[in-house]
Antibody, heavy 120, light 111 residues
Framework: QVQLVESGGGVVQPGRSLRLSCAAS????????MHWVRQAPGKGLEWVAV????????YYADSVKGRFTISRDNSKNTLYLDINSPRAEDTAVFYC?????????????WGQGTLVTVSS | QTVVTQEPSFSVSPGGTVTLTCGLS?????????PSWYQQTPGQAPRTLIY???TRSSGVPDRFSGSILGNKAALTITGAQADDESDYYC???????????FGGGTKLTVL
């Protein structure tokens, strides 16, 4: 069955860096665009970034542009999110999600999330 | 900046019907935005309910339905049950190379 398992969360100091991973299994990872979505404590879901199936296209929310980098390794079936210069407001549960693309566009599979806490 | 609007909260009686909406701060929601809906209970990952406006995801009961009502996307729950008490989020696809946008979510209470 399809599985997405995030890891790499934890406590990070402001200004340090952190890499999140999302290990995919049960489907042909290289065929799907993948996203990161986050949720601050007690808040709603916020789209963060997307990467195309081959890694050739990447797009970011304005709130993270220039600080976060999405990438993937299709040989390892793994999605990544590098969080650079984190701020307190980046504290959130980060979910990876699989995109179902044209002729429809939605998130059809979600991981369980990994919590990132930015604190000194 | 695109803002997707949802009712912050809604209440429905068990067995009742409720319609949650998903609008745009400027303009109308159409099928071209491929509106989708997600259910989330505290501490859990989101669950996909509806995509492409009105298609139920696998395993979703038929008491959940999606539509376009006027200038908004809508999620209707018919015959609400206690375990429908959750947060509901809509998402709009804004086009290739553009951000996907979540609504702020609706907290549904069943009582």
């Amino acid at each position: 069955q399809v599985q997405l398992v995030e890891s790499g969360g934890g406590v990070v100091q402001p200004g340090r860096s952190l890499r999140l991973s999302c290990a995919a299994s049960g489907f042909t990872f290289r065929s799907y665009a993948m996203h990161w979505v986050r949720q601050a404590p007690g808040k709603g879901l916020e789209w963060v970034a997307v990467i195309s199936f081959d890694g050739g296209n990447k797009y970011y929310a304005d709130s993270v542009k220039g600080r976060f980098t999405i990438s993937r390794d299709n040989s390892k079936n793994t999605l990544y999110l590098d969080i650079n210069s984190p701020r307190a407001e980046d504290t959130a549960v980060f979910y990876c999600a699989r995109e179902r693309s044209y002729p429809t566009f939605f998130f059809d599979q979600w991981g369980q999330g990994t919590l990132v806490t930015v604190s000194s | 900046q695109t803002v997707v609007t949802q009712e912050p909260s809604f209440s429905v009686s068990p067995g009742g019907t409720v319609t949650l909406t998903c609008g745009l701060s400027s303009g109308s929601v159409s099928t071209s935005y491929y509106p989708s809906w997600y259910q989330q209970t505290p501490g859990q990952a989101p669950r996909t309910l509806i995509y492409s406006t009105n298609t139920r995801s696998s395993g979703v009961p038929d008491r959940f339905s999606g539509s376009i009502l006027g200038n908004k996307a809508a999620l209707t729950i018919t015959g609400a049950q206690a375990d429908d008490e959750s947060d509901y989020y809509c998402v709009l696809y804004m086009g290739s190379g553009k951000p996907w946008v979540f609504g702020g979510g609706t907290k549904l209470t069943v009582l």
